[in-house]
Nanobody, 123 residues
Framework: VQLQASGGGLVQAGGSLRLSCEVSGRTFSDYAMGWFRQASGKEREFVAGISWTGGSKYYGGPVQGRFTIARDNAENTVYLQMNNLQPEDTAVYYC?????????????????WGKGTQVTVSS
């Protein structure tokens, strides 16, 4: 499976961005999807996850209430809507996939990764 993230950029604090991740190579609806981020000098951090049906969505603490994950199985794409962005949200954002055979509810374990997209929030 191949993953391609896009939509990053520079935004002022309080602004919004929507990231997209297009998946190809396998049946998209067979995969749970996740978003992670890694700020410079820091470890990778879980941001959000969504089950392969879209019926289960869950978030990391720092983004709860500000970010929303969604998927469109017809478009083979997962989205991350980011609102009220803050400078501490600055990071490279990655999308990830896990097949339904090995995925478990609220998992943060993903084995397929795409290249990241940079999000920079200015104060």
């Amino acid at each position: 499976v191949q993953l391609q993230a896009s939509g990053g950029g520079l935004v002022q604090a309080g602004g919004s961005l929507r990231l997209s991740c297009e998946v190809s190579g396998r049946t998209f609806s067979d995969y749970a999807m996740g978003w992670f981020r890694q700020a410079s000098g820091k470890e990778r951090e879980f941001v959000a996850g969504i089950s392969w049906t879209g019926g289960s969505k869950y978030y990391g603490g720092p983004v709860q209430g500000r970010f929303t994950i969604a998927r469109d199985n017809a478009e083979n794409t997962v989205y991350l809507q980011m609102n009220n962005l803050q400078p501490e949200d600055t990071a490279v954002y990655y999308c990830a996939a896990e097949g339904r055979e090995t995925y478990y509810p609220y998992s943060r374990d993903f084995t397929s990764w795409g290249k990241g997209t940079q999000v920079t929030v200015s104060s």
